[in-house]
């Protein structure tokens, strides 16, 4: 909490009271933590003004002098001491010697602080005084101290018990030295006063909480209620007494899925905001705008959770709906539905951007909702909402009921559509080794050590280690892991090849990467192909791709930086490469990675893996592999994932997320597996932070030394920095790795276990988050601090590895 006095009031009192730190030439006064009225607790800057300060702040009462009354039944040195320490301070001390003068002293000046003589029962019911001045209005904000006899502390702690339990805040030893006296005062000032007199402010707050229009909710980190305003009452007909230490899941939230995902930000410390279905007191839901943000009032996680409901827009959940109360499912345990009843699907509100075609949806599905009783318009905003969700909204079409010459409408028809595609449909449901071509052997055409087949034996777990697989090839893991993964999926019976011609087009593959480059190399390119196996052995990818999307995936993720310069398409552009020039600045590394794996692949019939397929099922693969490279671009990032969430992450009537049985012909669709390829490529280009934290930690120290490298040649050759905060000199790491997790990987992630159901993506990312925090706050920021940190017991294997081949 910030408090501000008087200028002349802190110099007096500073030397004893507050620490003083100078920095850039200014006086800041630090405070204790207490009850902040703010999430996060600030320095009191003395020449700023209140405009400057962040949270703003509330001035305690100004009480001066402050009061202290002593109730003492006899007058002796003990109350004498107290009586010239008090004064010493600066206190306005008032002695009385019975209970009834006490209570009226309090009840006429409402003393900061009393002091009760407590050493001789006989002669005044302390207890009976100590709880009739906490029942005066206001003592709440007193400290009431018993004076007890030096035995007292010298025997069990139940005298002490029983006094704190009566209402006293605490219990001093008799004691006549003055000193001593004084240091004691000074510290129930501090200790106890301030605090008091701070949390008093509080008042105000609630008592302008109590008059706003939208519920307000507080819990703890568990969700259970520790205050609820009047506008709780009013809008749930519950009163606050009656939610208080209760759940939220038991007593407020009609779904109570919907608090799982709202916590999965709050507890990383994230603000959530989006739809919230509460339950009234007769059950009754109602939908609510929510705004929730996460208070850390002692360490660095949230301890309580603040809950802002607009109430405004509000309306009954249920009468208000398309459906009946039967709409209102949960996730299916089948394999073929995106989720399962354990784990949410990403809302459109979670995401940390709201592209036109989400406010679009939303706004129709709102519309839906809102007009239950016209069941033609329903429909038609479904029809709407279907031909918004799907892929190409642009393509133009010839209209059918044209009449006009042949010649013409082939004319239009050419002028206005796509270059011919593919039949994806053939691809969905049709086996890519229909042709009379020979099916090649299980014999392998590579011998691996005993040490390299052990290592590679473990190559679909999630905690592969690449980097051992990299020191045991000699940085040719490509080669290796490659065939290793192709084998699992049988890929060369599914393009009809031999295995020696795969083998081949992984060597000429990996030949074209960069061993120079610290991180776009064909380690790189391995972990990508690795991730991309990991994903497809999941249930989920297993019921829905055939063996051509798997065959093509894997293809696309081993090429997919294939001949990268380590440097970015920004670079590129800036420094008029031939290649910026060749794709006229769009698209140019992606671009040039899938047209190079195609010149490799076609250039040279020992490396021809698809030369064994009909025509139609190689223009299959080749769109496939394309459209997998292009997807890794990031500019397109937040394109692909709002249209992954808005098709696979779609809200109910009662704003519950899911995809039921019902729905896998939408699941299977060709143009929604493109979506889930592209998600998958892209999740595993940039799933190092999702790995084990000596795995992330060594990928980090790689992609920061590429990138300060361009930053490097940039400034030599005086072109535009691209990536100013890629200085080595200044870069801190564990921010940049932060920032990379905010914005880039958690909502994808999110969404992408939401879909195929593997929590340890979302375990490690947290875990590495929280080290990376750490890292920080220990301002191991550079290379060399990062160099060092490796080499720590903390970057050791916790687990030997283990086979993720079974969900």
Sequence with gaps: MIIQRDQEDIMETITDEETLEECNDRTVIHRKSSLALTPEDEPLDLNRGPQEIKYGFLLPPTRTPPKLLLVFTQHDAVVDTQTKAAEKLGFEVTVVGSEDAALEQFQQKSHELVIIDTRSPKSIDYNTLCRSIRNTRGSQHSALVAVVRKSMFEKDDVAIMALLDSGFNRCIVENTNLIWMVNEIIQLKHSDIQPMAQHATCQSVYAALDKCKDVVIITDDSYRCQYANRSCEKYLSIKPDEILGKTLQEQLAYDALQITTMGSSLHRGREWNGALTLKKKSNEPILTSCRAVPISCAGRLPTHFVMVLDTSHSYDAIGQSRGSLPSVRRGSTDVRSVGSDNMRRTSLAKMPLEAPITKLITLIDQAKDTSPANPQLVQLLERVEEILRGPELYAPQVKEDRHEEPIVSEL?????????????????????????????????????????????????????????????????????????????????????????????????????????????????????????????????????????????????????????????????????????????????????????????????????????????????????????????????????????????????????????????????????????????????????????????VEWARRIAEEYFQQTDEEKERGLPVVMPMFDRNTCSIPKSQIGFVDYIINDMFEAWNAFIDMPDLITYMRQNYIRWKEFDEQGLNTLADISKLQTSVLMCPMFPLKSSKSN
């Design 412 to 696: 239009i028809s050419a002028l206005l559509s796509k270059q011919s595609q593919p039949s994806l449909a053939l691809s969905s449901r049709r086996s890519s080794n229909d042709s009379s071509v020979y099916r090649p052997s299980k014999g392998g055409v590579i011998k691996v050590p005993a040490q390299l087949k052990e290592l590679l034996d473990e190559s679909l777990s999630w905690e592969f280690d690449i980097f051992r697989l990299e020191e045991l090839t000699k940085k040719r893991p490509l080669q290796y892991l490659g065939m290793n993964l192709f084998n699992n999926f049988d890929v060369a019976a599914v393009l009809n090849c031999d295995e020696k011609v795969l083998y081949n087009w992984l060597i000429i593959i990996e030949a074209n990467y960069h061993t120079d480059n610290t991180y776009h190399n064909s380690t790189h390119a391995a972990d990508v192909m690795q991730a991309t196996a990991g994903f497809l052995e999941r249930e989920k990818l297993k019921s829905i791709m055939d063996p051509l999307d798997e065959a093509t995936s894997l293809i696309a993720a081993a090429a997919h930086d294939v001949d990268h310069p380590g440097k970015s398409n920004a670079f590129l552009s800036n420094s008029d490469n031939p290649l910026a020039i060749l794709y006229n600045d769009i698209t140019i590394l992606e671009s040039h990675h899938a047209a190079l794996m195609f010149k490799l692949t076609l250039g040279d019939e020992r490396v021809n893996v698809f030369k064994n397929l009909d025509r139609e099922t190689y223009k299959i693969a080749r769109h496939n592999v394309i459209d997998m490279i292009l997807a890794t671009e990031m500019t397109k990032h937040f394109e692909h994932l709002a249209k992954f969430v808005n098709v696979f992450c779609t809200k109910t009537s009662n704003s519950d997320i899911e995809l039921g049985d019902q729905d896998f012909p939408l699941l299977t669709q060709p143009e929604n597996i493109t979506l889930i390829k592209r998600m998958m490529i892209k999740c595993s280009d940039v799933s190092n932070p999702t790995r084990p934290l000596r795995l992330c």
